[in-house]
């Protein structure tokens, strides 16, 4: 069961806060104890119930899952899951070790899957609190099909669940620390853009490189996320390095941006003003894209085999891509899933958008380039020498470029095959290579 959070009806806002609480306290005790085991607890105090769920929450709650960072890596062109979590994934362990738990035993998953047998945060295609029937999978998530721009992050989900539970107790940074936690991760901190250009000095612009432990401990001395941080405090909150990288993700994002804009990647929409970004070229994404003034953001990465779609105060529920989902109303994701491959052009993105792609221009040859990934060829490979590597590959130069056959093909002499683009490392241009798949 997914547990609802109350909305309406209470007289105060203590009351409507008791009855989360309790919404969410129903929800959590779930995870721990079947219903059979609940009847035990019949005619037994309060005191000792909640002492019997905290050794059996402390037992069990122990075996955690939350989503990595995808990345493709262009010189290997294979796609890695780094072990670690956005802000959001990081600071639910923060919490969970905070309130006592042992947090050592984590699986970094990809975004959108869950692990059976394990606690999934912020992972999963959930919403709030979620058990499942034979109550040995859980979620804390924020992803399901029901939420909304106002729903609260994964984070303040297990915020407000320890404090149900009496794992831990409210207090005002922690309070501040969720609710900025969830601002970011929904998009959501007010007037953003303004404070792009000093993103490297502030913990709004350092935030997914903040340790759950430094960014507790300055929330705890009353400070603002937007405030400018001296040389002391990048020091104290080891950011120095970060600061200085995120400098140049400043000025690299306007110059590419300022690019996208003379190639025609920045197209009028039903929408308003549209980045295109082919394969994530934005260093700093939709923050700079913000920043710039314009109204929404696609990234299209063939190599990830996924798309992301955002819009300022736009409704996109009613797109109809015909993959992905819509997330918060003003975002469409397809996320990277290899059963599930990318059959979206960015021609149909676009169009669907309410933009049209020029005739002529650069915007219009990678979009020519990408809808060949969609067609069907049939080519005859040849064994070549790899001058990277020394070893022998299949390839062929029937497509345009240099073109390669996946490692653990073997070919018969002289045979065709039927072939499709999997990659393009270099949409609409000479350069780069096709990574085939084999039909």
């Known amino acids: 069961m997914t547990e609802k959070l109350p909305t309406g009806g209470y007289k105060s806002q203590k009351e409507k806060y008791e009855a989360i609480l309790a919404e969410i306290k129903r929800g959590a005790e779930d995870i721990a104890f079947t219903p059979q085991e609940k009847e035990t607890f019949k005619g037994k105090s309060q005191e000792e119930t909640e002492k019997i769920f905290k050794e059996k929450a402390r037992e069990l709650w122990k075996d955690f899952a939350v989503h990595g960072i995808l990345h493709f890596d262009r010189k290997t062109k294979i796609i890695n899951l780094l072990p670690f979590s956005d802000l959001d994934g990081r600071t639910c362990l923060g919490l969970l070790k905070l309130a006592g738990f042992n947090v050592n035993n984590v699986k970094y998953i990809e975004p959108g899957q869950f692990e059976p047998g394990k606690v999934n945060l912020d992972t999963g295609e959930k919403t709030g609190i979620e058990v499942s029937d034979d109550a040995k999978t859980a979620w804390l998530d924020h992803h399901g099909p029901e939420a909304d721009e106002s729903t609260c992050c994964a984070a303040r989900y297990v915020y407000l669940a320890l404090i149900a539970l009496g794992f831990l107790k409210k207090e005002e940074a922690l309070d501040k620390l969720t609710q900025f936690v969830s601002r970011v991760d929904r998009s959501k901190f007010s007037q953003e853009e303004k404070y792009f250009n000093n993103s490297g000095r502030t913990i709004l612009g350092l935030q997914r490189f903040v340790s759950f432990e430094n960014l507790y401990n300055f929330f705890q001395k009353g400070r603002s996320p937007i405030e400018i ?24 994002s306007k110059r590419v941006l300022e690019n996208l804009a003379k190639d025609g990647f920045i197209i009028n929409t039903k929408f308003g003003k549209i980045v295109i970004d082919i394969g994530k070229k934005i260093p700093a994404g939709y923050q700079a894209v913000k920043a710039s003034g314009r109204d929404g953001y696609v990234i299209y990465d063939q190599n990830l085999g996924s798309f992301f779609i955002s819009v300022n105060n736009a409704d996109l529920s009613g797109l109809d891509l015909g993959q992905g989902k819509n997330i918060r109303k003003n975002m469409w994701i397809k996320p990277r899933n290899d059963e599930d491959i990318l059959k979206v052009s960015i021609r149909e993105i676009i169009e669907k958008l309410g933009g049209q792609i020029p005739e002529k221009g650069k915007l219009n040859e990678v979009a020519k380039a990408i809808d060949s990934r969609f067609k069907e060829f049939t080519v005859t490979p040849e064994l070549s020498r790899d001058p990277k590597t020394d070893e022998m590959r299949y390839i062929t130069w029937e497509l345009g470029k240099l073109a390669l056959f996946p490692d653990s093909f073997e070919s018969e002499s002289g045979k065709k095959y039927k072939v499709r683009i999997k990659v393009d490392t270099a949409p609409g241009e000479r350069r780069g290579v096709y990574i085939l798949e084999v039909l």
């Open 229 to 252: 941080l001296s040389d002391d405090d990048l020091a104290e909150y080891n950011l120095v390095e970060r600061s200085n990288e995120q400098g140049g993700i400043i000025e690299a």
